[in-house]
């Protein structure tokens, strides 16, 4: 069974510019999250969705950063424009939603360096 | 105040020796959920233990286990005979509210493990 994808893997932009983010999660999972991951942190909650619903964005700076996840399934985080403080790993993770629901599964991140 | 707290930054283990990582934890609420996850320097965080605020067992998996000490409000994870490959950040993190439903999780701020050949 395919895990979390997340593409692309690395990006570097210089500030001000936009960038986006896409995860696929496990199939069958409704439930899904961005997290980012500061430099020697634990990640930190940005956003979450139940099928294609954000349930809880209240962690998300609004004023750059938007996302969506058209299909309850594939998502894309956007952030524009990117600020220098804005250099983290974004992490994603879906899990089944629901009764039952219990750990997350990651995706391998995304590294964006803003210079 | 901190929900979970990783007081180690950093640990060192002879392979094929136990390590215990430490977590402690504040929370208000009676039903929560304690995880444990490890990420690798390839940055992909994998889900090791799980441990529900009503479990009266300490969880079990493989070579983990989670010391759980509720009164304690700590949940610490002890992996037994380290391997070279064991060598990662491991973070600890709380999901509060009934087990079932999907929130958020709240992570410390890690302990990178370090198993010396």
């Known amino acids: 069974e395919a895990g979390v994808v997340q593409s692309p893997r690395y990006k570097i932009i210089e500030k001000k510019q936009p960038v986006a983010f896409w995860c696929n999660p496990i199939?069958?999972?409704?439930?899904l999250y961005w997290y980012r991951q500061n430099l020697g942190q634990g990640p930190e909650l940005l956003i979450r969705?139940?099928?294609?619903?954000?349930?809880?964005d209240s962690q998300l700076p609004k004023d750059r950063f938007s996302a969506e996840r058209l299909k309850g399934v594939d998502s894309t985080l956007k952030i524009q424009p990117a600020e220098l403080g804005d250099s983290a790993v974004y992490l994603c993770?879906?899990?089944?939603?629901?009764?039952?629901?219990?750990?997350?599964?990651f995706g391998p991140g995304t590294r964006l360096t803003v210079t | 105040a901190q929900k979970i707290t990783q007081t180690q930054p950093g640990m060192f283990v002879q392979e094929k020796e136990a390590v215990t990582l430490d977590c402690t934890y504040d929370?208000?609420?009676?039903?929560?959920?304690l995880f444990w996850y490890k990420q690798p320097s390839s940055g992909e965080m994998i889900f090791l233990i799980y441990q529900g605020s009503y479990d009266e067992q300490n969880a079990t998996e493989g070579r983990y286990s989670l010391n759980f000490q509720k009164a304690r409000k700590s949940a610490n994870l002890v992996i037994s005979a380290s391997q070279l490959g064991d060598s990662a950040m491991y973070f600890c993190a709380m999901r509060e509210g009934f087990s079932g439903s999907a929130r958020q999780l709240t992570f410390g701020s890690g302990t990178q493990l370090t198993v010396l050949p």
């Open positions: 993770a879906s899990s089944l939603g629901g009764a039952g629901d219990r750990e997350q599964y």
């Open positions: 969705y139940e099928n294609e619903e954000a349930v809880d």
């Open positions: 199939s069958g999972h409704n439930t």
């Open positions: 929370t208000s609420d009676q039903s929560y959920g």
